[in-house]
């Protein structure tokens, strides 16, 4: 599978456009990296890959075919920030069912106990929490993963381990990666490719 | 004692009252109410702390009575303004623009005309009576509630577990009723109580004008519009007491609301 943004223009206020003229592709099973300074539109084109946003010009494809507009959407955004990524109100458990049953090996392998099931997220750590985050976004529908900093807040071992258990789901599933970052020592560890968006500012 | 703990004792007495008046205005017989011409027009006396009317009624059951009347109309009516207001709130924030300019339009045109005047209205309209003035007040106290409901709501649907949802396949009334309504249940149970004390205020008031309940209920309004033939003959009893009591439950209903706010506002939950 081939998930295709070509031509992208995107901006929030009226005349400063963000992004223009950006293409990107990413095959199924490669990891791509993502990087640029600040505020040149990393996240935003992570947003309109995943379908969170419109794009103003141009247009992402997957195969050639538009991507849907409801319905369980195949490219999932991981965001940087966990806990505003749950909802306060609710258990774990409840938490980590929103995007289907649990799977068990992927728990193991994300580390997550099974204690935490029955938290709330005010009871567990950021790390923990971007873990549950993780294992939420991992489908078997799921045909392609935005990692958008995803683990920039957390400690060096936890890293390691979502990343492993990120990329080794990815091998099995046939699933590709773009991962956005601002730290060149994971992104050349993790990639096959990198895509800079310095050249678009 | 902290404020915190003043607050709750107060939230803990203006309860109290209320239930009490309720549960006095329903046990009480209806024996202090007949007519009794011997001690017609009797001022305040141990026996009558609230003196008798022209018929000789004990004011302080009619008092009581009334007031449980007046509350009972406050709670249908503000459960009713409340229910209204999270579900236009709700449709604003949620179902495109055109339908959020036309609620926003709606709200304007309701707070920009006095209350008093369109629950005339309406009251009138309907024929008066419990009905009327239930429904008169209903339609014209959401919309301060529902602009709130709204901002909460659009706050609520740019958070991002909820866009997240949305990826994820939810559909918007999964959102709307798992995602968004629970936020809600706060704001709503706080806005409902603040409703009452206005619902209970401008019941008697529309009542008093004639255009409410009938002379029959001893509704508080009627009351007081009643006591007015006989304030000028010095019979100062009959509007005086009925008049604080309404004051005071009002006031009680009022601090019942602000302290819940205070107390369900994460950000003074240490004060």
């Known amino acids: ?27 199924s099973g490669e990891v791509v990296g993502l990087i640029g300074p600040s505020g040149c539109g990393k996240t935003t084109l992570g947003r309109i890959l995943a379908g969170y946003e419109r794009p103003h010009e141009g247009s992402v494809a997957l195969d050639g075919k538009a991507l849907p507009a409801t319905g369980y959407h195949p490219v999932q955004l991981v965001f940087q920030h966990p806990e505003k990524a749950v909802n306060p109100r609710w ?27 029955s938290r709330w997220p005010n009871e567990l750590s950021g790390g923990e929490l971007q873990r549950f985050c993780v294992a939420r976004a991992l489908r078997p529908q799921t045909r392609f993963l935005i990692a958008d900093e995803m683990t920039a807040m957390l400690d060096g071992i936890t890293q390691a381990q979502i990343w492993h258990a990120v990329l080794d789901y990815a091998r099995k599933q046939e699933m590709g990666v773009l991962v956005v970052s601002h730290e060149k020592s994971l992104i050349n560890r993790l990639c096959t490719r990198v895509v800079d968006l310095t050249q678009f500012c | 004692m902290n404020r915190r703990q ?19 205005g329903l046990t009480l017989g209806e024996e202090r109410l007949s007519t009794n011409l011997d001690i017609r027009n009797a001022s305040p006396s141990l026996e009558h702390p609230f003196g008798t ?15 449980t009347v007046s509350i009972g109309v406050g709670v249908i009516a503000a459960a009713a303004s409340a229910a209204i207001a999270l579900v236009l709130g709700m449709l604003a924030a949620t179902m495109g623009k055109a339908v959020d300019a036309a609620i926003s339009w709606l709200i304007d045109l309701f707070l920009g005309v006095p209350h008093l005047v369109a ?49 994820l396949g939810k559909s918007r009334w999964w959102v709307a009723s798992r995602h ?9 149970l706080v806005g409902l109580v603040l409703l009452f004390p206005h619902a209970i205020l401008h019941e008697a008031s529309i009542s008093f004008l004639g255009f409410g309940l009938s002379p029959h209920q001893p509704a508080i309004g009627i009351i007081l519009s009643e006591s007015m033939r006989y304030l000028t003959s010095g019979m100062w009893w009959l509007a005086f007491f009925p008049g604080i009591s ?11 609301g602000d302290n819940l706010r205070l107390l369900t506002d994460p950000h003074r939950a240490h004060q």
């Open chain 2, 246 to 256: 309404l004051l005071i439950i009002v006031r009680a209903f009022d601090t019942l």
């Open chain 2, 53 to 67: 009317d022209h018929l000789g009624r004990d004011m302080l059951t009619r008092t009581l009575k009334g007031l």
């Open chain 1, 1 to 27: 599978m081939l998930l295709e943004a070509s031509e992208i223009g995107f901006r929030y206020s009226k005349n400063q456009w963000v992004l223009r003229g950006v293409s990107v592709a990413i095959r």
């Open chain 1, 91 to 117: 258990r774990m458990r409840k938490t980590l069912a929103e995007g289907g049953g649990p799977d068990e090996q992927l728990l193991a392998a994300l580390g997550i106990q099974e204690e935490w099931l």
């Open chain 2, 119 to 167: 629950l005339i209205l309406i009251s009138f309209t309907l024929g008066g009576g419990l009905k009327g003035v239930v429904a008169g007040i209903a339609l014209t106290h959401w919309p301060s509630l529902a602009r709130i409901i709204r901002a909460e709501v659009m706050q609520l649907r740019s958070a991002e577990y909820v866009q997240i949802s949305r990826r």
């Open chain 2, 180 to 188: 968004i309504l629970p936020h809600l249940f706060p704001q709503l």
């Open chain 2, 6 to 24: 003043i607050t709750l004792i107060t939230t803990f007495c203006a309860a109290i009252l209320l239930i009490g008046v309720v549960v006095g």
